[in-house]
């Protein structure tokens, strides 16, 4: 399975000095975020931390305050937002599926009418995304008559069926049942293993550990500690990370 | 029905009900006596001279003496004098008339349709002689008047008596009519005379009749005002009322033999005789109408019409038209009632009341004759009104939602005023603010034609109302769609339109259609802008014939076509609201909409 089956390579991403204010709060404070191509990069952090708003700024659903987003080492502050939005593929806790389409038209919506293909071929690219994580047989179905866990590899096929040059998760498996929650992270780890760069905001720590090429801890809207899985699991350096991670694992 | 049926046995009640119910109102209709033939009952055709009376006796008696006639004019110009290309008419050539509908024999639309009695009969006349074409608005006697003096009609014909105080609005022309207050009471009563009149009495007036001002003015008492006498003579009948102020013709049309009401008092009016009214300041026009009326007069054609429509003796002392007017040819009216033989009207053997409901409500022959025009006539228009209004008010109301929501303040603002002006005014103000206020202004556009008027009225109401309910279902949408959308690409408007403004739309279908179901029943209020007959809806057919008959049975069968149309839309309503529900419970995050659904769900019933 290669990342780029709609045609676009995945690409580095680098955020520099992001400073976000959010209803006059301060939520993020410098954030520093490297990602190159193909890597996939875990964002841990206690709530409130700023992981969610990290995503939504560096995908411009949030303008920044100050700093810079690079993609494929191209400042994108520039670009059209939307345009923006098209190569970056998101995933939500709460999946986000449109509840009025069918499954097929939830994935093949976006490509129909932001890619100018036609039905036919918005169609068949749907299919095939569905098929690619499992769902081809509920492509008439309702969004409300499928499972968590399967509405939640819907919005995965979702996004990819826009071809995105870099994925986000945001806690992408916290609303799940934990007998659900295996499947979808295997379904994002072969996403990653396949090329895909990738920012993952997630509470689970065996996924970090094992699927990341980086992790990034994350508190008071600061990176406190970023490194190899390894260093952060098995030496962190500082201490709220250890206290972090002694609350969690 | 006292039933007590547990919940399951529910439906069954509520069947037996039903049967039972129907029963009744069958039962009662049954047992009704065949009715009398329709042309009986057709209060707008001309009673002829077999009809013929001399004034009461107490009028010229104890005549109370008005003001002098001197608003009579000596004499008119000749026919061939009038230019009728100066005579300020809205339409060239033709004369624009506003009339009631439910005077007899004065003024009434017959079964065709067609405005006719005495007064609009010899404007035809008149109009003739003058090579005028005419066309005749209903509207409502207490907006006549302004509605002549703002030029929306050339010529106000409706038995107006030229009182002093309504010269200062409007202009008249010389008189062809005379009127007299009758007191009318229910059989039975103790007021035998107007001087019987005292305070803590329901007395009811036509609202902006003189008989109105006569109550107030001449006896100090405070009427109950009705908006026409249709109304206001089943409310005497139904014993709503002690007395009523009325117009002398009017009352010994209406009065049937068997009515439990009785003419006890006569009066002569103050306001010394009828006439047309004109704008102020269209003097053309009302001397080519002097002319007109002295030519109708001298050719016989008034005396004809009189003794036609009626025939009655004249006061003494007075004719019509211009002081120079030859005095009409009328045979002898004693004569004529003395060789009938007619037993004096009164109260032969009054109904019992349970009758006087079951002839008002269950008349089976009015039912014959009103359903054809209602559905030819009635339902069209009513379609036609409500479903415009609902396109204007669906595509009003969809940008009010969106500029409400907006975060421009300069959007936001004006959507708030608009929505709280055309939400909080009675919708019968904004249809005569739109209709009587717009009007003149877009004359040009709508040749004082009131329907589109109307249709923008009810439109703009609307979009108040379904602007909110669409805001309302938008906002209900959880913001993780628009989050979704965006972040998938689209923009801002792509994102509402395909995946949050169809979504908001699904939740609130259930108060759409309540909107939709109000609007039809708004749509009755369009009368009051004065539609031609070919323009009336349900309400307004059903009004008409219920003022040509006296029966309320054509309202009734109004009402039943309201039904057919709305008791399937407020099940349609039911249909989507379950089926909401039942969608909602398999779909998690969007609790909330239960919530929306539900609340305007309420309504329905």
């Known amino acids: 399975m290669t990342a780029d089956t709609a045609g676009r390579a995945s690409v580095s991403l680098e955020a520099k000095d992001i400073h976000q204010t959010l209803g006059g709060c301060k939520v993020l404070c410098g954030v520093d975020i490297q990602a190159p191509a193909g890597n996939t990069v875990a964002v841990i952090g206690p709530s409130g931390s700023g992981k969610s708003t990290l995503l939504r700024s560096l995908n411009r659903l949030y303008e920044l305050d100050s700093g810079d987003i690079l993609l494929d080492g191209r400042s994108v502050l520039r670009d059209d937002p939307d345009e923006l939005r098209q190569r970056i593929g998101m995933v939500f806790q709460q999946y986000n599926l449109f509840p009025h389409l069918s499954i097929l038209k939830n994935v093949a919506l976006a490509p129909q009418k932001l890619r100018r293909l036609s039905p036919d071929a918005a169609r068949d690219l749907a299919l095939t995304q569905l098929d690619r994580v499992g769902l081809k047989h509920k492509a008439g179905a309702r969004p409300g008559m499928l499972s968590g866990g399967q509405q939640q590899r819907v919005a995965i096929a979702r996004a990819l069926a826009m071809a995105p040059q870099v994925m986000f998760f945001d806690e992408a498996t916290s609303a799940l049942d934990p007998e659900m929650v295996k499947g979808a992270l295997e379904l994002i780890a072969d996403l990653g293993a396949g090329g895909m760069t990738m920012l993952v905001v997630t509470h689970e720590m065996g996924f970090a550990r094992s699927a990341s090429d980086t992790v990034v801890f994350m508190d008071q809207g600061k990176v406190v500690e970023s490194g190899p899985p390894e260093q952060i699991f098995e030496d962190p350096h500082t201490e709220r990370l250890q206290r972090f991670l002694s609350q969690v694992l | ?605």
């Open chain 2, 1 to 605: 029905m006292s039933l007590c049926v547990g919940r399951r046995a529910k439906r069954g009640g509520k069947l037996l009900g039903l049967t039972a119910t129907i029963l009744m109102v069958c039962g009662l209709v049954l047992a009704a006596p065949v009715a009398p033939a329709l042309a009986d009952r057709n209060q707008c055709a001309p009673p002829g001279l077999d009809s013929a009376s001399v004034l009461p006796k107490d009028l010229t008696e104890n005549r109370v003496v008005g003001r002098d006639d001197d608003a009579t004019t000596a004499t008119v110009e000749s026919l061939s004098a009038v230019d009728i290309g100066e005579l300020g008419l809205a339409t060239p050539g033709v004369l624009t008339v506003g009339t009631l509908s439910d005077a007899p024999p004065n003024i009434c639309v017959n079964p065709e349709g067609e405005f006719t009695g005495f007064d609009n009969q010899l404007l035809r006349a008149i109009a003739k002689k003058l090579g005028l074409q005419l066309r005749f608005f209903a509207t409502d006697f207490s907006g006549l008047l302004a509605q002549v003096a703002s030029r929306r009609f050339d010529v106000g014909s409706a038995a107006i008596k030229a009182t002093d105080p309504r010269r200062r609005t409007v202009a008249f022309t010389n008189g062809y009519d005379f009127g007299y207050y009758s007191l009318v009471v229910p059989a039975g009563s103790a007021i035998t005379n107007f001087s019987d009149l005292a305070a803590g009495q329901r007395i009811g007036v036509v609202q902006g009749t003189v008989a109105e001002s006569y109550v107030v003015d001449t006896l100090h008492l405070q009427p109950v005002k009705y908006p026409g006498y249709a109304t206001l003579y089943a409310s005497l009948k139904a014993r709503q009322l002690d007395a009523w102020v009325a117009p002398g013709t009017l009352a010994s049309t209406v009065i049937r033999r068997d009515d439990p009401a009785v003419v006890v008092a006569n009066a002569f009016s103050p306001g010394n005789f009828v006439a047309y009214a004109v704008a102020k300041d269209n003097q053309p026009l009302v001397n080519a109408l002097n002319s007109g009326l002295d030519a109708v007069i001298a050719d016989g054609t008034w005396a004809k019409l009189y003794c036609l429509w009626v025939p009655r003796t004249l006061p003494p002392g007075w004719k019509p038209g211009s002081k120079a007017a030859p005095a009409p040819d009328m045979p002898d009216f004693a004569a004529i009632v003395a060789n009938q033989h007619r037993e004096p009207v009164g109260p032969a053997t009054p109904k019992s009341t349970l009758a006087q409901l079951r002839d008002s409500f269950f008349d089976w022959d009015m039912y014959r004759e009103a359903i054809p025009i209602l559905l030819t006539t009635g339902l069209p228009n009513t379609l036609i009104l409500t479903n415009s209004a609902i396109i204007i008010g669906l595509a009003l109301g969809m940008v009010l939602a969106m500029a409400g929501m907006s975060h421009s303040r300069w959007l936001r603002w004006p959507a708030r005023v608009y929505t709280d002006i055309f939400r909080g005014l009675p919708e019968v103000v904004i249809i005569l603010i739109i209709g009587l206020g717009i009007g003149p202004l877009v004359s040009g556009l709508t040749h004082n034609n009131p329907y589109p008027l109307g249709i923008a009225a009810l439109g703009l109401m609307a979009a108040a109302y379904i602007g909110e309910i669409l805001r309302s279902g938008i906002q209900s949408v959880d913001p993780g769609q628009l989050e979704a959308s965006r972040a998938l690409g689209f923009s801002y408007p792509a994102a509402m339109r395909l995946v949050v403004v169809p979504q908001g739309i699904r939740r609130v279908l259930p108060a759409l259609v309540n909107q939709a179901i109000a609007l039809l029943k708004g749509s009755a209020l369009v009368y009051f802008l004065g539609l031609v007959a070919h323009q009336r809806e349900l309400f307004q057919v059903g009004r008409d014939l219920n003022a040509q008959s006296g029966s309320l049975s054509p309202l009734v069968a109004a009402g039943l076509f309201y039904l057919i149309l709305t008791i399937p839309l407020t099940h349609l309503v039911n249909y989507i609201d379950t089926r909401l529900r039942r969608g909602r419970a398999a779909t998690e995050p969007e609790k909330d909409a239960d919530m929306v659904s539900s609340t305007f769900g309420q309504g329905i019933t």
